[in-house]
Antibody
Framework: QVQLVESGGGVVQPGRSLTLSCAAS????????MHWVRQAPGMGLEWVAL????????YYADSVKGRFTLSRDDSKNTVYLQMNSLWDEDTAIYYC?????????????????WGQGTLVTVSS | DIQMTQSPSSLSASVGDRVTFTCRTS??????LNWYQQKPGKAPKLLIY???RLQSGVPSRFSGGGSETDFTLTISSLQSEDSGTYYC??????????FGQGTKLEIK
């Protein structure tokens, strides 16, 4: 079945770096754009970043632009989120999600499925 | 950026009630509006996409409506398993997808 599994979370000191991975299975990975969404403790969802299916284009939320880099390796069915200069405010559960676009008609987009999430804690 | 405002922020209702959540966007997103349900400790789950289309496997008591800047998610007959937090998301802005702040639903 279609599945996304995040890994790489943990405790990191402020100013340090961390790389998250999201391994996909059960679908043709190279056909889909991939997103990261985060959720700080007790808070709502915050969209973080998107990479197109061909890997040529990435978009980032203003809160992470210049610090986070999204990439993908289609040979490994994996997307990576490189996070640099981490702040306390980056503490959150990080979810990856597949972007679905209908094969015909208006290019509506939605996220399905989502991974189970990986917790990043920025703390000294 | 497109701002999203959900109301109410929380809601308490009884089994069998009809419940409606609202999501308002700061500019028109046409039909590029999705709804997700999140239960504590779990990842969000897609309920409605393209404003009104029911995701496969989602009970038919869930329905979405609206257009332009005003959207609704309705549960026609509330069940105990429907507790959780509900989020809207716009995907009209290709460069920056945004979520609403969520509506927390409690079952009395």
């Amino acid at each position: 079945q279609v599945q996304l599994v995040e890994s790489g979370g943990g405790v990191v000191q402020p100013g340090r770096s961390l790389t998250l991975s999201c391994a996909a299975s059960g679908f043709t990975f190279s056909d889909y754009g991939m997103h990261w969404v985060r959720q700080a403790p007790g808070m709502g969802l915050e969209w973080v970043a998107l990479i197109w299916n061909d890997g040529t284009t990435t978009y980032y939320a203003d809160s992470v632009k210049g610090r986070f880099t999204l990439s993908r390796d289609d040979s490994k069915n994996t997307v990576y989120l490189q996070m640099n200069s981490l702040w306390d405010e980056d503490t959150a559960i990080y979810y990856c999600a597949r972007e679905v676009v209908p094969p015909a008609g208006i290019e509506y987009k939605w996220l399905d499925p989502w991974g189970q999430g990986t917790l990043v804690t920025v703390s000294s | 950026d497109i701002q999203m405002t959900q109301s109410p922020s929380s809601l308490s209702a009884s089994v069998g009630d009809r419940v409606t959540f609202t999501c308002r966007t700061s500019q028109s997103v046409y039909g590029f509006l999705n709804w997700y349900q999140q239960k504590p400790g779990k990842a969000p789950k897609l309920l409605i996409y393209a404003a009104s289309r029911l995701q496969s496997g989602v009970p038919s008591r869930f329905s979405g409506g609206g257009s332009e800047t005003d959207f609704t998610l309705t549960i026609s007959s509330l069940q105990s398993e429907d507790s959780g937090t509900y989020y809207c998301q716009q995907t009209y802005n290709t460069f920056y997808h945004t979520f609403g702040q969520g509506t927390k639903l409690e079952i009395k």
